[in-house]
């Protein structure tokens, strides 16, 4: 399949435009977003909270501010800041370690998923700190709070993995795993600069024994292309790996027969960051894998627009709940999808709220 049509790409700049602002709205006073709601009903909401998704969902703002070149505007930029701002009051320091580190705790444990998506946060407001945001929104200076959670993440390497659970009080190691922890922790460190040997290792074996590619990980796939172009990694070996994680996501499509619009939009997410990658770094990809992604993506993404108004993305054909990680996967599809093509922040429209 070729390109998309220059509509699309205005449709994709729009959608990031309008879920950017969505979010912005959705943020209190305290810098706690509005979690969940009814569909086109903010005023209402619905119960729940999650830090991981918090962060995550400021990754895909800032990203909208850095990437596709969108002006925040004053409201934009305030709520950023009170949204940060927040998840740096999670941020504490765990006595069990000896080197100087930052955890972000939340109900009394630590996942290492969390640390991973504060540092991916972290990455991008930085890079946003020219259009206006304060930089007094952690608990110490910018590269020393980076450099905190990066000495947590190392810490954590166990073997040729990381742990992913522990309790604040007292180290205990938690019995819980998650099928993404471990891409975020990757990503947030790779996005960071982080290339301690220890890290690299790790990346390695995972790839090498296909940590991942079962569950079709967006995060693995952020992971190992952040890796391919950072040339962190053997290029033959996560060449490799990217090529079979994207071979399972077009081959085995199971995932779209749930109606749900998030677990189709992470696979978007993983085909699109994979063809961002084939655009920055051309001709190491065969032509028949990056047309079957792309195939794959227009899919995908037709699917996922059944789910959407005004910013908003809901859960599914049978629950009409949006939530600020399904408007962040949703429209970090779209924004990745725009990039893929080349897209420009100077060609997009600067629209504040």
């Known amino acids: 399949m070729g390109d998309l049509h220059p509509t699309a790409d205005a449709l994709a700049a729009e959608i990031v435009t309008l879920s ?26 619905l119960d729940g909270y999650n830090m991981l998704r918090h962060c995550g969902t400021l990754w895909f703002m800032l ?7 969108l002006d925040p505007g004053p409201v934009g930029l305030r709520a950023l800041e009170r949204a940060v701002r927040y998840a740096g009051g999670k ?9 100087p580190s930052l955890a972000i705790v939340t109900r009394g444990a630590v996942k290492t ?14 890079l946003a700190l020219p259009t206006g945001l304060s930089p007094d929104v952690m608990p110490l200076p910018f590269d020393d709070t980076i450099a905190a959670l990066q000495a947590y993440a190392l810490a954590q390497i166990e073997g040729d993995d990381f742990l992913h659970k522990r309790g604040f009080a007292d180290g205990a190691v938690l019995p819980f795993r998650s099928d993404y922890y471990t891409g975020e922790l990757l990503l947030g460190l790779f996005a960071t600069g982080c290339t301690d040997p220890a890290v690299l290792r790790v990346a390695e074996a995972l790839m090498a024994r296909g ?3 079962a569950e079709q990980s967006h995060w693995m796939a952020y992971a190992a292309c952040e890796a391919a172009e950072r040339g962190l990694t053997d290029p033959a070996m996560v060449r490799g790996y990217i090529i079979r994680l994207m071979t399972d996501i077009v081959t085995n499509d ?41 195939t794959a993506l227009h899919q995908n993404l037709a699917l996922q627009l059944g789910w959407y108004s005004d910013g908003q993305f809901w859960k599914g054909d049978e629950d009409d709940k949006v939530q600020i990680d399904y408007i962040q996967h949703n429209a970090t599809a779209f924004l990745n999808q725009w990039l893929a093509q080349g897209g420009k922040p100077s060609a997009v429209p600067r629209r504040g709220n």
Not at 263 to 276: K, N, Q, V
Request: aromatic share 8%; glycine share 8%.
């Open 254 to 294: 199971a995932y779209r027969a749930r109606r749900h619009s998030t677990p189709i939009a992470c696979r978007s997410e993983a085909l699109t960051r994979f063809l961002m990658l084939n655009t920055r770094q051309p001709g190491h990809f065969d032509p028949a894998l990056v047309t079957a992604c792309k």
């Open 20 to 45: 950017f602002s969505h979010l912005a709205g959705l943020v209190r006073p305290n810098g706690r977003f509005v979690y969940a709601h009814p569909a086109g009903h903010p005023e209402t909401p």
């Open 113 to 126: 998923g969390g640390v991973g998506l504060m540092l991916v946060m972290l990455s991008e407001y930085r």
């Open 63 to 69: 990203r909208a501010v850095n990437d596709l070149g």
């Open 91 to 99: 941020l504490d320091r765990p006595h069990w370690i000896a080197t």
């Open 211 to 213: 940590y991942g590619i």
